[in-house]
């Protein structure tokens, strides 16, 4: 099953907020075993988002839409959706109540221009927004799902997790399968070199697969693979993370996802470095280096150190690979 995320905003494009959104949702999509392929940031034109609508709906499966539900003129999210699978808006009774509610409670006006967050798409399920005045939606349209909600984190996660995952799982996911990662930390090696190492694992890959993510001082490698349990899909990681670990054993520190300093002993019993003891290793060092007291240097030269053999890493393999 695959997605695709539309951020609807002009503020995204100008700078002005960071789309954490986007972020979130991926986390929660891989979770639910959806690949996210792609995502996309349209402003606040009605043309624009049917345009990013038009070609989402040839590549994805499920397209989550978030901002542009609220109340003023630039809040056009749901009137693109609708134009664009051919159907109209109606205002929705409960999230009607909820937004007359609000205002009454507080004793203030209510502008005309408010019932605009209570706008629903025909032939669509409403999305109660429990944090919020502006209703969010899920509507399939030849087959392609759409699920709106709405901009601000506060909305937004408590509308996905009790509304949407739940339509999702009942009206899509009836037989899709959960994705399960591991992250396995090296450092002392940069990211060129080390996937040199992994190469003949990546060129051959198919379930579980295998991705690198560079960092200050250190590289992840990512494998992922979708199971009907944790118990199934932990069998096959493991397998992959040994054969993983083989290649690079003097680099490998942790299979968690923690930075160098905080890292202890890992899960295999290879030594790791503690903060408590100056940043010391218990037994041989992963990095290959002679022992050195730990009276002699403390935690931030130590970790400075391994960020300098990285970047020096980074840079031999950077070299080989221009030569």
Not at 10 to 22: F, H, P, R, S, Y
Not at 77 to 99: C, P, Q, W, Y
Request: hydrophobic share 35%.
């Amino acid at each position: 099953m695959k997605a695709e995320i539309i951020a609807v905003g002009t503020e995204l494009l100008l700078g002005q907020i960071v789309n954490t959104n986007a972020q979130y949702l991926s986390r929660e999509l891989a979770g639910m075993g959806i690949d996210v392929y792609y995502q996309t940031v349209v402003g606040d034109n009605l043309g624009r988002i049917k345009d990013a609508l038009k070609l989402s709906s040839t590549r994805a499966d499920i397209v989550v839409l978030t901002g542009g539900l609220g109340p003023t003129q630039d809040d056009l999210t749901k009137d693109a959706v609708a134009e664009f699978i051919g159907t109209s808006l109606h205002i929705d009774r409960m999230a009607m109540d909820n937004i007359d509610r609000f205002f009454m409670d507080r004793g203030i006006k209510m502008t005309e221009n408010n019932k605009r967050q209570a706008l629903a798409i025909d032939g669509g399920t409403p999305l109660p927004n429990e944090t919020g005045l502006a209703v969010g939606n899920a509507v399939t349209h030849e087959e392609t799902h759409y699920i709106l909600l709405p901009g601000p984190p506060k909305e937004l996660i408590p509308m996905f997790e009790r509304q949407a995952k739940p339509w999702l799982m009942q009206h899509v996911l009836t037989e899709e399968l959960s994705i399960y990662s591991k992250m396995l930390k090296f450092a002392g090696i940069g990211e060129s070199a080390l996937d040199d190492r992994l190469s003949d694992l990546i060129t051959g890959q198919s379930d579980p697969t295998i991705a690198l993510y560079a960092k200050e001082g250190e590289v992840t490698v990512r494998i992922s693979t979708k199971a009907s349990s944790e118990a199934e899909a932990m069998k096959k990681l493991d397998r992959l993370e040994e054969k993983i670990k083989s290649l690079a054993p003097e680099h490998f520190y942790a299979n968690e996802d923690v930075p160098i300093e905080k890292s202890h002993r890992g899960h295999d019993g290879r030594s790791r470095p503690d903060p408590q003891r100056g940043g010391e290793l218990h037994g041989r060092p992963c990095h290959g280096k002679p022992y050195v007291d730990p009276r002699k240097r403390n935690h931030a030269a130590w970790r400075n150190r391994m960020l300098h053999e990285s970047d020096q890493a980074q840079a031999r393999s950077c070299a080989e690979t221009a030569a």
